[in-house]
């Protein structure tokens, strides 16, 4: 194969991709056969194979057992807004996590006491196995599961407070921001990285989609000055959200 030529299975998976995305393949039709694509692209039967693998690894159809594979309906994208500006008011949890004001979601939250993960311990900058209060978040709309969050928050800041659970006590439900403020940490300012990744099997069975499928990851810190009080893993469908910043100029 010459330099920079692609493989046969991603030609035909390129071409097929293109029939979904203009049309020529609706949402709901049945994917032309394995032997349809060997005859139409000369192909072999293992190059059909493979690139109907691509397009379902890529979630653009769906395997139904017992009547072949279909083109996948495309759900209309909603908008994650990320914002630099404070708002007025409450900030619960769904609010903290999406601040599209014209979004109201319901959520459920369960915390657990932890040692924390190398990688948690980092982020909040302080010793692997030191102890957080980790919760566990799901995030609806309409009913429907959107976004799964996992929080940390060290137990040498929060522990014996009346915010160490942030779902229980004078201040359940409410924001990262003004839980702080109640035990005197002024926080100021918060850290956000984007990146893709496979969805994890734990996560598709609760967002609904197979494992290994896109989503995004929000990786999130707050901090009070230079000490993180706070930091969080927000997850969401890829094909089903966009993340959308709006932050402003000093």
Known sequence: MPFGEQPAYLRVAEDLRQQIADGTL????????????????????????????????????????????????????????????????????????????????????????????????ERLAIEPDDPVMCTRYVFRIGGEPVMVSTSWEPLRITGRTPVMLPEQGPLAGRGVVERMAAIDIQVDNVAEEVAARPALAAEARVLGGLPGHSVLVVTRTYRAGSMPVETADIVVPADRFRIAYHLPVR
């Open 26 to 121: 609706p949402p709901h039709t049945r994917l032309p056969s394995q032997a349809s694509i060997r005859a139409t692209y000369g192909v072999s039967d293992t190059v059909a194979l493979e690139a109907r693998k691509v397009l379902m690894a890529e979630g653009l159809v769906e395997g139904r057992s017992g009547s072949g594979t279909y083109v996948r309906e495309r759900p209309v994208q909603r908008i994650i807004s990320r914002s630099g500006y404070r708002t007025l008011g409450e900030c619960t949890p769904f609010r903290q996590e999406q601040t599209d004001e014209r979004v109201r979601g319901t959520w459920e939250g369960r915390s657990e006491r932890q040692d924390a993960p190398a990688v948690v311990a």
